[in-house]
T-cell receptor, first 116, second 118 residues
Framework: AQSVTQPDIHITVSEGASLELRCNYS??????LFWYVQSPGQGLQLLLK??????LVQGIKGFEAEFKRSQSSFNLRKPSVHWSDAAEYFC??????????????FGQGTILTVHP | EAQVTQNPRYLITVTGKKLTVTCSQN?????MSWYRQDPGLGLRQIYY???????DKGDVPEGYKVSRKEKRNFPLILESPSPNQTSLYFC?????????????????FGEGSRLTVL
């Protein structure tokens, strides 16, 4: 069964510092990978996605992520964090090559706190 | 405005009292899904629907029912709620292009329904 692991439950950074949130996945050959963000009291919003092609993908709000097949990772990065980036971030995967059409699996989430 | 609307947003109920959480989307999306969110567990899929009259179980379907009689609506039914169903519930939808095509995973989420079962 496919699975997604976000090793960091909670990360704290200072405003203006760089950020990297880790995501590792485990399963079949052809993943569709996503990062979603959840602001307090809100639903989830798609930040970026990887389907194929260039392994470095750009998203909204200045975020980017890099797909590394050899490491089964899809880490999210931002060069300079803003206080408004404080939220919970979820990595997710769809097994595009499997039979579980419609199954999007989420990681446990990483809570980001930003200090002024 | 494109949106997924859930109701109610907040509900406190008692064990065994049937309830329905409604979900409606106005984007003509084929794919709809229900998730529950619990601290430390992320989002877990309850049920999903690839199209009208097509539903399937997710990871945690026990204690829940769904129906998809119309494309825009996907209600979640708790026939006999129990305290372990206390959670934050999200409905989501996405465009799913044709039979056999994989769900793109680009989900649009509702704002969530916080359910407490006493």
């Amino acid at each position: 069964a496919q699975s997604v692991t976000q090793p960091d439950i909670h990360i704290t950074v200072s405003e203006g510092a760089s950020l990297e949130l880790r995501c590792n996945y485990s399963y079949g050959a052809t993943p569709y990978l996503f990062w979603y963000v959840q602001s307090p009291g809100q639903g989830l919003q798609l930040l970026l996605k990887y389907f194929s092609g260039d392994t470095l993908v750009q998203g909204i709000k200045g975020f980017e992520a890099e797909f590394k097949r050899s490491q089964s990772s899809f880490n999210l990065r931002k060069p300079s964090v803003h206080w408004s980036d404080a939220a919970e971030y979820f990595c997710a995967v769809v097994d595009a090559g499997g039979t579980s059409y419609g199954k999007l699996t989420f990681g446990q989430g990483t809570i980001l706190t930003v200090h002024p | 405005e494109a949106q997924v609307t859930q109701n109610p947003r907040y509900l406190i109920t008692v064990t065994g009292k049937k309830l329905t959480v409604t979900c409606s989307q106005n984007m003509n999306h084929e794919y709809m899904s229900w998730y529950r969110q619990d601290p430390g567990l992320g989002l877990r899929q309850i049920y999903y629907s690839m199209n009208v009259e097509v539903t399937d179980k997710g990871d945690v379907p026990e204690g829940y029912k769904v129906s998809r009689k119309e494309k825009r609506n996907f209600p979640l039914i708790l026939e006999s709620p129990s305290p372990n169903q206390t959670s934050l519930y999200f409905c989501a939808s996405s465009l799913h292009e044709g039979a056999g095509a994989v769900n793109t995973g680009e989900l649009f989420f509702g704002e969530g329904s916080r359910l407490t079962v006493l």
